[in-house]
């Protein structure tokens, strides 16, 4: 079985300063994991995704992420905050057992940029 | 390519009405979900469907019902709509593959009184 957990539920940084959104994840298998960001009324829109090559892997907007096998994790990061970036940001976990409905998502974070 | 795209985008009901959401995907994906999103929930998938002529459960079916006549479309039912239902309800579909990427269409919000 699969299972992600975003450790925070909402995260406010200061326009400028750096990004950190925390992913773990289990799966019994060798997993895909993706970012996905949500503006507000929007659909849900692809940032990046691993798929077993690079370990750190770049998406849009400037946020990157890496996944680490030994702590199960796969940390969204940005070097510096744009307003543009407040948004809701799910983790998500897919393996080769989950089947067609096998994608797991975290709950979410909410992230929070202060002027 | 206009991607996934769903129909309407907003629609207010009578508790007991019924209605039915369009979902259109034109990138010739496998699979398509149909997914809620309600504060604090996150997103949970209520049917999904592996190809043309099938469908299956998710996690929350009850009081929905989904058909995939065509490929390109998934259409999701309420037959006699509930306040519980109000919710933001989201397709999405990917082609065949743990590894595929899921594209989300831009959401129905539903309000049910």
């Known amino acids: 079985a699969q299972s992600v957990t975003q450790l925070d539920s909402h995260v406010s940084v200061s326009e400028g300063t750096p990004v950190l959104l925390r992913c773990n994840y289990s799966?019994?298998?060798?997993?895909?994991l993706f970012w996905y960001v949500q503006h507000p009324n929007k659909g849900l829109q692809l940032l990046l995704k691993y798929t077993s090559a690079a370990t750190l892997v770049k998406g849009i907007n400037g946020f990157e992420a890496e996944f680490k096998k030994s702590e199960t994790s796969f940390h969204l990061t940005k070097p510096s905050a744009h307003m543009s970036d407040a948004a809701e940001y799910f983790c998500?976990?897919?393996?080769?057992?989950?089947?067609?409905?096998?994608?797991?998502f975290g709950k979410g974070t909410h992230l929070i940029i202060q002027p | 390519n206009a991607g996934v795209t769903q129909t309407p985008k907003f629609r207010v009901l009578k508790t007991g009405q019924s209605m039915t959401l369009l979902c259109a995907q034109d990138m010739n994906h496998e699979y398509m979900y149909w997914y809620r999103q309600d504060p604090g929930m996150g997103l949970r998938l209520i049917h999904y469907s592996v190809g043309e002529g099938t469908t299956a459960k998710g996690e929350v079916p009850d009081g929905y019902n989904v058909s995939r006549l065509k490929k390109q479309n998934f259409l999701l039912g309420l037959e006699s709509a509930a306040p519980s239902q109000t919710s933001v309800y989201f397709c999405a579909s990917r082609q065949q593959g743990w590894m595929e990427t899921q594209y989300f269409g831009p959401g129905t919000r539903l309000l049910v009184l």
């Open positions: 998500v976990v897919s393996d080769r057992g989950g089947g067609a409905d096998g994608l797991t």
């Open positions: 799966s019994s298998y060798s997993p895909s």
